[in-house]
C-alpha cells in the first residue's frame, strides 16, 4: 500500500467532505454535530490555497483516504506564526500509518508557510489523536476539563504543541 501526500483540490471536496461527516455523527474528536456541506468543503479548500497554508490529502490508488490542514491558531496578528492543525482519516482506514504520514507532511507544509508553532487542539481528548500527535513531536501543554457536551457525556480538550522550524529561538522575518 503506497500513500500518497499532495494539496487537495476542489475536485477532492466530496471525498473530504464525507471522511469528516462520519467524525462529526460517529465520534468526539470534533464539537461539531452537523457534517458541513460539499460547498462548505470547497470554500475551505479555496480559502486556506488563498492565504498560502497547506490543505492536503491521503490517497491509496488515487482514493481519498484522509486530509488535514493548517489554520492560523487565532484570527489576531500576533498569532500570525502560530497554527492549529486538524487531521482525520476514513474511518475504515485508521491504524494504516496515514495519519502519522498526513501530519508529518503538514508540519513540513506549516513550515514551509512560516508558521513557527503549531498548536492540536485535541477534542475529546482522543486517545489515538494525543498518541499520533505524540509520536510526531508534539508535547501536551494543557487540558481543559468538560468543555464539550457530545453523545451524552462530557468532553475534555487537550491541548498539545510543537515547534516548526526555528520556533522562537529567532524573531520572524516580518518583525
Not at 461527516?21 to 460539499?38: C, D, I, N, R
Not at 479555496?46 to 491509496?60: K, S
Not at 512560516?114 to 492540536?120: C, E, K, L, S, T
Request: aromatic share 10%; proline share 5%.
Amino acid at each position: 500500500m503506497t500513500i500518497v501526500i499532495r494539496s487537495a483540490r476542489i475536485a477532492d471536496a466530496a471525498s473530504i467532505a464525507a471522511i469528516y461527516a462520519y467524525h462529526v455523527l460517529h465520534g468526539t474528536a470534533t464539537y461539531e454535530t452537523v457534517p458541513p456541506s460539499v460547498a462548505d468543503t470547497e470554500a475551505k479548500i479555496r480559502n486556506l490555497a488563498g492565504r498560502g497554508w497547506p490543505f492536503l490529502v491521503a490517497c491509496i490508488d488515487a482514493e481519498v483516504v484522509g486530509y488535514c490542514y493548517a489554520t492560523q491558531f487565532r484570527d489576531r496578528p500576533a498569532y500570525a506564526f502560530a497554527c492549529e492543525d486538524s487531521i482525520y482519516v476514513a474511518h475504515d482506514r485508521l491504524d494504516a500509518g496515514i495519519g502519522r504520514a498526513l501530519l508529518r507532511a503538514l508540519i513540513d507544509a506549516a513550515t514551509i508557510s512560516g508558521f513557527r508553532q503549531m498548536v492540536a487542539v485535541v477534542g475529546g481528548a482522543e486517545p489515538a489523536s494525543v498518541a499520533l500527535h505524540a509520536s510526531c513531536g508534539f508535547h501536551q501543554v494543557g487540558r481543559l476539563a468538560a468543555m464539550g457536551w457530545k453523545a451524552g457525556k462530557w468532553l475534555d480538550t487537550v491541548y498539545m504543541q510543537i515547534a516548526l522550524g526555528d520556533g522562537s529561538t529567532t524573531p520572524p522575518p516580518s518583525a
